[in-house]
Nanobody, 124 residues
C-alpha cells in the first residue's frame, strides 16, 4: 500500500513558476514509476509527466514539454513537478500517481495509487 500526498499548489500569475511535491509513504517508493496528471473543470483527467523508478527516464505531454520538469528523490520518498512559464490553461487540480510497472506510464489505467490532488490556478 502506498499513500501519496501532494503539496505546493496555489494561485500564481501567467509566466510564474511553481514546484509541486508528492510525498509517498512506505519503504518501497523506489519500486514505483511515478506520474503527474491534471484535471481542469469540466475536462477529463490528462497525463502531464512521468518518471521511471530510477529517475533515468522521463516523459512529458506535448503541452508541457520544455516548461515542466519531473524529478524524484528516492531517499526522501518524494516526486516533484517543477512548472515554469505557467499559462492560464495549466489551471487544474494536479494529481500524483504511483505505478507498479516501474517504467514510464502515460495512461490513467497504468497507475495503482493516487493522491488527493492539489489545486493550481494561473491567472492571466
Amino acid at each position: 500500500q502506498v499513500q501519496l500526498v501532494e503539496s505546493g499548489g496555489g494561485l500564481v500569475q501567467a509566466g510564474d513558476s511553481l514546484r509541486l511535491s508528492c510525498a509517498a509513504s512506505g519503504r518501497t517508493f523506489s519500486s514505483y514509476a511515478m506520474g503527474w496528471f491534471r484535471q481542469a473543470p469540466g475536462k477529463e483527467r490528462e497525463f502531464v509527466a512521468a518518471i521511471s523508478w530510477s529517475g533515468g527516464v522521463t516523459y512529458y505531454a506535448d503541452s508541457v514539454k520544455g516548461r515542466f520538469t519531473i524529478s524524484r528523490d528516492n531517499a526522501k520518498n518524494t516526486v516533484y513537478l517543477q512548472m515554469n512559464s505557467l499559462k492560464p490553461e495549466d489551471t487544474a487540480v494536479y494529481y500524483c500517481a504511483a505505478s507498479y510497472t516501474r517504467v514510464v506510464v502515460t495512461t490513467i489505467s497504468g497507475y495503482d495509487y493516487w493522491g488527493q490532488g492539489t489545486q493550481v490556478t494561473v491567472s492571466s
